[in-house]
């Protein structure tokens, strides 16, 4: 863990590798948590996202994460917090090569508190996983009591 980044798995968890992405509009750290999990089914990625919490920031992060899985030559599951607020920007740069939460079920992933600066229910959290390798199906955002964000929860199957 690093970063409030975690993954819990039933599988081993091969390796893990913390990524801090550069700032682009807040000069706070944020990135991704790489982890190779092993299955019975052969290794998958996956990589827990933070991104920066501004539009340009996030859509920044997003376009390096996805060039760092391409230049790894890896077919990932990502998911986390994307601070997105724009889904419109994520299927711009991810639809290509991801099946995309948010496409297969609408949903609002954040609810605001007193302390948020936008005061309505929007969708920041997201999992998208590479075409290659992964069907998603089942989308679903459940409600609960421990952050103000609501956990994104899906289907996958290997292809």
């Known amino acids: 863990m690093g970063y409030g980044f975690g993954i819990l798995t039933k599988y081993k968890i091969k390796n893990t590798e913390l990524i801090i992405l550069p700032p682009v509009k807040k ?89 948020s600066h936008d005061k309505e229910p929007l969708t920041l959290d997201y999992i998208i996983a590479h075409r290659g390798k992964f069907k998603m199906s089942k989308v679903d955002c459940v409600d609960n009591d421990i952050s103000d964000h609501k956990p994104v929860i899906a289907e996958l199957d290997l292809t």
Not at 63 to 70: A, D, F, G, H, K
């Open 27 to 115: 000069d706070k750290k944020f990135g991704f948590l790489h982890a190779v999990i092993k299955t019975t089914e052969g290794d998958i990625d996956l990589i827990n996202v933070h991104f920066e919490n501004t539009n340009e920031g996030s859509k920044e992060h997003l376009r390096q994460t996805l060039e760092w899985c391409e230049k790894n030559g890896i077919k990932p599951i990502i998911a986390g917090d994307f601070n997105m607020k724009m889904t419109e920007t994520l299927i711009e740069l991810a639809d290509k090569d991801y099946e995309i939460s948010y496409k297969i079920k609408n949903y609002k992933s954040f609810l605001p508190t007193e302390f």
